[in-house]
């Protein structure tokens, strides 16, 4: 929802088409823009009337001028409680190592999809001063495809799992529903790669980047001359995707009009392009994500019950980190790991008083969130390992910082007294041992079965006889 109150956005680009977009997405949320195509007409800008208004700012790393990295380190060095978020096209972690010591905070890939960018806007400008460690950069390491690379034991998350392992291998439309920063991306990635159709398009759009009067041409084209300024056919979409998956983000954006044209489509396969005169059958796999309960959105007369009703073939739902706080500490071993992986950077160890902390936060932004704050404090790490201290501002909104617990406690992440103090059952505290090594092992069940010194039809035996889901 947009801030009552207009806030002010300096971006500095050349793109006419780029500066049009990004005004527009900011708008969303409060943000009028002001606009510089240079380094210096930037730096100018900042001892104007309007540069001393400012709430963020936004570059190209293209931009014209000063090197990118350079540009940040002057404006920060005059203005650095300013948050600086960077655009660019390049993939490479050492290039977000370089933004971040210059005093970025946020990098994002173009093209950068609007959650993304808005949530970044978000975060930088967020009410808990100088909490910039909690910054989400939102773009450093390619996207996980396979399941196995999902880390969690958690009940829900495995259940998850095990929903879109088993839809991977069906025809079926998916929905995921989570909030931003579970994964649903990664999630969709992995289910593609395991589907049938790995080697076909995969496609993805976000219905809540679109505009209204425009998404139905987007999602099933139009037809020249099908309303004013159709000059040309345009191919959308569902068409694109003809033989392979078509992923739409936010669907619970998609506007009314839009909601009823795709129930034809999911219940019948046809697409009727705008100003068309028939409708033709496509081959496409579709699979939406949601950011919120289409269910409640239904029950509120906001969402098309049938467009519902069809897209929940296999309902997959990704809890928030919150809510399984005890994956925290595979996560972040995980995410180190990988970190250490990338130029400029070395591999690194935590403290189980760094944990405890990581644990105690409630991580509105979720894992990529999570992700983010570890990869901004490997960056500025002196040590072999990250420690509490590295988490300053973490530590300074939470308190005191909370008492590490024993290894054999926070590490196994499995509770063996009840709320009453006496012991739980054996076989409650068997199922939680299993959940973790599947989480710990990222789900290599023959590994899992090793490591637990039992055969792997026991594993499977008793994963049946407790209940647990699993996305092996």
């Not at 998850?160 to 990664?186: D, F, N, P, Y």
């Not at 995969?202 to 219905?207: V, Y």
């Not at 990529?368 to 704050?373: E, F, G, I, K, S």
């Not at 008793?462 to 996305?471: M, P, R, V, W």
């Amino acid at each position: 929802m947009a801030e009552p109150i207009d806030r002010l956005l300096m971006l500095i680009d050349d793109e006419p088409a780029q500066c049009r977009l990004i005004a527009a997405l900011a708008a969303r949320e409060g943000w009028r823009t002001i606009f510089a195509r240079d380094s210096e007409t930037a730096i100018a800008m900042l001892g104007t009337r309007q540069g001393m208004q400012l709430g963020a700012i936004i570059l190209d790393q293209w931009v014209p001028g000063d090197e990118a990295c350079t540009l940040i380190a002057e404006l920060k060095a005059r203005r650095p409680a300013l948050p600086i978020l960077m655009l660019t096209i390049s993939a490479s972690p050492l290039l977000a190592v370089e933004a971040m010591r210059a005093g970025a905070t946020d990098y994002l890939i173009k093209p950068v999809a609007p959650d993304r960018l808005l949530q970044a806007l978000r975060s930088a400008t967020a009410s808990a001063a100088g909490s910039d460690e909690l910054q989400p950069l939102t773009e450093k390491f390619a996207a996980t495809l396979d399941f196995d690379s999902m880390i969690g034991a958690a009940s829900s998350f495995r259940t998850a799992l095990a929903v879109a392992a088993k839809a991977a291998r069906t025809q079926h439309t998916v929905l995921i529903e989570g909030e931003s920063g579970t994964g649903k991306e990664m999630l969709v990635r992995a289910m593609h790669a395991a589907s049938p159709r790995a080697k076909s398009p995969l496609r993805i759009i976000n219905a809540g980047g679109i505009p209204a009067n425009q998404i139905e041409s987007v999602l099933f084209g139009h037809e020249k001359g099908a309303f004013p300024g159709a000059f040309e056919r345009h191919i959308g979409a569902l068409q694109n995707a003809d033989g392979g998956t078509l992923v739409i983000d936010e669907i619970d954006r998609l506007c009314p009009q839009a909601q009823v044209r795709l129930v034809q489509f999911v219940s019948r396969g046809d697409v009727q392009p705008i100003g068309a005169r028939h409708s033709f059958r496509l081959d496409v796999r579709l699979i939406a994500c949601s950011n919120s309960s289409l269910r409640d959105l239904v029950d509120n007369a906001l969402f098309e019950p049938a467009l519902l009703e069809g897209l929940s073939a296999a309902h997959a739902y990704l809890p928030a980190l919150r809510e399984r706080a005890g994956d925290i500490p595979a996560l972040a071993r995980h995410f180190l790991a990988r970190i250490g992986e990338q130029p400029g950077l070395r591999p690194l160890g935590i403290t189980d008083g760094a944990l405890s902390l990581l644990a105690a936060y409630d991580w509105p932004g979720n894992v990529r969130q999570l992700q983010a704050t570890l990869f901004r404090a490997a960056v500025f790490c002196d040590g072999e390992a990250l420690t509490a201290l590295d988490f300053p501002n973490l530590s300074n909104m939470l308190g005191e910082t909370p008492r590490a617990q024993p290894a054999s406690s926070e590490g196994a992440g499995v509770t063996l007294y009840a709320a009453d103090g006496n012991l739980r059952p054996l076989e409650d505290i068997e199922a939680d041992v299993i959940r973790l090594a599947i989480g710990h092992y990222r789900g290599r069940m023959t590994e899992v079965a090793r490591r637990l010194g039992i055969g792997r039809s026991t594993l499977y035996r008793k994963l049946s006889e407790l209940g647990i889901d699993n996305a092996a």
